[in-house]
Nanobody, 123 residues
Framework: QVQLVESGGGLVQAGDSLRLSCAAS????????LGWFRQAPGKEREFVAA????????DYTGSVKGRFTISRDNAKNTVDLQMNSLKPDDTAVYYC????????????????WGQGTQVTVSS
């Protein structure tokens, strides 16, 4: 049984940093593309970042480039999202995802998902 468990969310002020972590089990971790999506109230789920199985390729949505960094540790089966210079617009539930193929705004079919962790950024 595949499980993705996120942690690290919370309430912070604008300009602060947070680090999200996702622990995976039940899958051959190192062959999966890992990523993060987010969903704000009343909005659709939005792609945030993804990292290839080898960590050789990363991808970010434009609004987080230069502020967020995705990384993975294949030995620990974890993927992290370091979020700096947070803005109120970053407020959302953040979801970890794993997929054998690529992950992007339009590519997430058959992905595994975590339960989500809330990030709230106050102004």
């Amino acid at each position: 049984q595949v499980q993705l468990v996120e942690s690290g969310g919370g309430l912070v002020q604008a300009g602060d940093s947070l680090r999200l972590s996702c622990a995976a089990s039940g899958l051959t971790f190192f062959i999966y593309t890992l990523g993060w999506f987010r969903q704000a109230p009343g909005k659709e789920r939005e792609f945030v970042a993804a990292i290839s199985w080898s960590s050789g390729t990363t991808d970010y949505t434009g609004s987080v480039k230069g502020r967020f960094t995705i990384s993975r540790d294949n030995a620990k089966n974890t993927v992290d999202l370091q979020m700096n210079s947070l803005k109120p617009d970053d407020t959302a539930v953040y979801y970890c995802a794993a997929r054998k193929l690529t992950l992007s705004q339009n590519s997430y079919e058959n992905a595994y998902w975590g339960q989500g962790t809330q990030v709230t950024v106050s102004s």
